[in-house]
């Protein structure tokens, strides 16, 4: 393949053959899945599938988030062409990767959205593909663990957030994106000890016994201190990486519901994302990027590029 083919190959979202590969396909046009992968329910032989949850009726304050897989599978188009910077190997050509789509629901029963994500990240876990969802609010990270854990047992977490999401909450009846790591803990699907929380700019007394690593500490001790942390947190465990993109700074990703100042620049994220090669990951999510709120677009870039950064994660085992 080259840019040749951006001349007469179009639409690569139904029409790429192989499932591994980069895509020349002329970023402004033509069907948009993410990064031109093929749409494809069919998860056999399958490495990575990534699926969007576009559900956002669990949030505190801004919605919106349910335009959160549009919009970074649009971002995701002008990242197809290359490999991802920075890792000395090409994801792309290693796995064999899908967009599986977007979860369906009844978004006025939202009772039952809960059993439907654990279901559907389910069905992917249980094809041997590993799960990278967009988001959607984060919610939806709850189910996924339940999914996670039912196959796996009690995985380690890294989170990345401005935001504990240990707020207590004991009515399983709720559905709240600031619960969904208190739930976690409590239903035994996470490891407290392997879990880290990074980017952290909100006091919450308990931590529940998660590590956490909050901004003003990465923003003082540096990219390799913190890197450090989170390894000797995480250690050899099966681990889920879960990105709550308003671990950023509203200045790189203003398009969210709950923005908090002091946050992680758009580089510290890419560089402790790529400073992880090598953990055992089975999955991650990127949530929260919120488009109705996304004046310049840079919220769904940065959804992407993390998105993309898990596939990286994944691929690199292989390499
Ligand atoms: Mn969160
Ligand atoms: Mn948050």
Redesign the pocket.
Known sequence: MALEDAKNQVDQAFTRESLRGLSYENAFGGAVSFLRRRYSKDLAGVDVAVTGIPFDQAVTHRPGARFGPRAIREASTLQAFDAPYGWGCDPFSLLDIVDYGDMAFDYAAVHDVPARIEAHLGAILDAGAAPVSLGGD?FVTLPILRAVAARRGPVALI?F???S?TWADDDPARID??T?LYKAIREGLVHPAGTVSVGIRTDNPDTMGVTILDAPSIHRDGIDATLARIRAVVGERPCYLTF?I?ALDPAFAPGTGTPVWGGLASWQAAALLRGLAGIDLIGGDV??VSPPYDTTGATAIAGAHVAVELIALLGWNRR
Request: charged residues 40%.
């Open positions: 984060h989170q957030d401005a935001h999401d994106h600031g969904f709550d308003d949530v929260e």
